[in-house]
């Protein structure tokens, strides 16, 4: 299983942003699909979920302004984040579990700056 997280980068408070994850290895429309976030000196924090059935469930920090959405064609997930704010900058990071196992892309860093 191969998760490969990409659309990290540098943008200004109040912009916007959108994560991609690529998946391969994995049934991809049967596996739900996860975005954490780990900020520095801080745990991973799950911040958004889309199940295989499409049914999506946010942290209460993004919810209204991050957007998870899947395009199984492509086995790709993405997490569209609007209205960005400087403490949303961590490094991102999609996951799936499959057969008992969590897998984790290599994790893409975002930074909310002026």
């Known amino acids: 299983v191969q998760l490969q997280a990409s659309g990290g980068g540098l943008v200004q408070p109040g912009g916007s942003m959108r994560l991609s994850c690529k998946a391969s290895?994995?049934?991809?429309?049967?596996?739900?699909i996860n975005w954490y976030r780990q900020a520095p000196g801080n745990g991973r924090e799950l911040v958004a979920t889309?199940?295989?059935?499409?049914?999506?469930s946010y942290a209460d920090s993004v919810k209204g302004r991050f957007t998870i959405s899947r395009d199984n064609k492509y086995r790709k997930a993405y997490l569209q984040m609007n209205s960005l704010k400087p403490e949303d900058t961590a490094v991102y990071y999609c996951?799936?579990?499959?057969?008992?196992?969590?897998?984790w892309g290599q994790g893409t860093q975002v930074t909310v700056s002026s």
């Open positions: 996951n799936t579990i499959s057969r008992g196992s969590n897998f």
């Open positions: 290895g994995i049934v991809f429309n049967l596996h739900p």
């Open positions: 889309i199940a295989s059935g499409g049914a999506t």
